[in-house]
């Protein structure tokens, strides 16, 4: 596997991170809040398919996932593309937190079997400051050794500004890894799991983590103060991730994303399309997602949650449907539940 060698552009400073602070004060004008800009007249195609466990042919499944999903060669031949997993907690038992190493690697091999020219994997996790030592302790050190995939810490490096295009919370503009300008294709590895602050952490939630922790701080403060919900969207509005896998294998119910229980739904979900994919996600977690407050925002804006707007292929995601557990002295998880 090949890697993807970055320049070295300038870096952030202290100050600037305190003018962006004060930023979050401001009104972003216009944005996709103000005028929805999602007019796709055609079905988003949403692929699921049923994994019992890790050591599944993971590879063949996204392969044909990408291939049901229309991803060629021609499309991918040349391109630079980064893997985003989520990456929270270093300690032993923690993969129902984590996106699994074995996932992150069936995406690489995947996407490079396509014809890309590079893969990278780049986390800025939230929760802990060394990222080094989630590698570690989660197994993905290995694999990327194994692989010689490079890691890149998206918490500390060069950045660059970029116009807020989502105008949903009061941050001015954002903030972003060069490597992320400098790549052509964002891909949203995420894990399924309930959140006690956003209902849902799946593959747009999981961008909060390419936001760089030098700018926004730990557990990136600036964002929760600005809004989660709203953050999700102007984050998910400006990257505009290109594709998104969600790790479903073992995921997450409870008091996620990091205290809750481990839950065996079996699949992986992946798509073009964020939006469409969470929603999925949501009705095979038994979730409504027009019930989750930024995936009800999103529809039209961003993509769409409707099923009716979605073409669902591989398994139905009422065929696979596996009821997370939702706390109900949890805000954020109250009504989420979808009927039958």
């Given at each position: 596997?090949?890697?993807h ?11 600037q ?38 050591g599944?042919?993971l ?75 989630v ?7 290995d ?8 890691f ?68 990136k ?75 009800d ?27 997370f ?5 949890v ?10």
């Amino acid at each position: 596997m090949t890697s993807h060698d970055p320049q070295t552009p300038r870096r952030f400073t202290r100050r600037q991170a305190v003018k962006l602070a004060a930023a979050a004060g401001l009104v972003a004008a216009g944005g996709l809040a103000a005028a929805p800009l999602f007019k796709e007249k055609r079905l988003t195609p949403v692929f699921v398919a049923k994994a019992a466990e890790y050591g599944a042919d993971l590879g063949g499944i996204l392969r044909r996932g990408l291939a049901e999903l229309g991803l060629t060669s021609q499309e991918m031949a040349g391109k630079r593309v980064l893997l985003k997993p989520n990456l929270v907690e270093p300690h032993a038992g923690a993969g129902h937190i984590n996106t699994h190493p074995l996932v992150v690697r069936a995406a690489a091999e995947a996407f490079l079997a396509l014809g890309a020219a590079s893969v990278v994997v780049a986390e800025g996790a939230g929760h802990r400051r060394d990222a080094y030592l989630v590698l570690e302790e989660s197994g993905l050190a290995d694999i990327l050794a194994r692989e010689k995939l490079p890691f890149f810490d998206l918490n500390n490096g060069p950045v660059a500004p970029a116009k807020n295009l989502g105008g949903f919370s009061k941050l001015g503009e954002l903030w972003l890894p060069e490597l992320i300008t400098r790549t052509d294709m964002v891909v949203s590895v995420a894990k399924m799991k309930t959140h006690h602050w956003a209902g849902v952490t799946l593959s747009m939630k999981n961008l909060f983590g390419v936001m760089p922790g030098v700018v926004y701080g730990w557990p990136k403060n600036v964002l929760h103060f600005a809004g989660i919900e709203p953050s999700i969207l102007d984050i998910n509005a400006t990257v505009r991730p290109d594709f998104a896998i969600v790790d479903g294998i073992v995921g997450m119910e409870g008091d996620g994303p990091i205290m809750g229980d481990p839950v065996a739904a079996g699949v992986l979900v992946m798509g073009r399309s964020a939006v469409a994919v969470d929603a999925t996600c949501c009705r095979i977690m038994g979730i409504d997602p027009g019930r989750v407050g930024y995936l009800d925002l999103a529809d039209g804006r961003l993509g769409t949650i409707q099923a009716g707007r979605i073409e669902q292929r591989g398994e139905i995601p009422a065929a696979v449907r596996r009821d997370f557990a939702l706390l109900d002295y949890v805000p954020a998880q109250q009504n989420l539940r979808l009927g039958r």
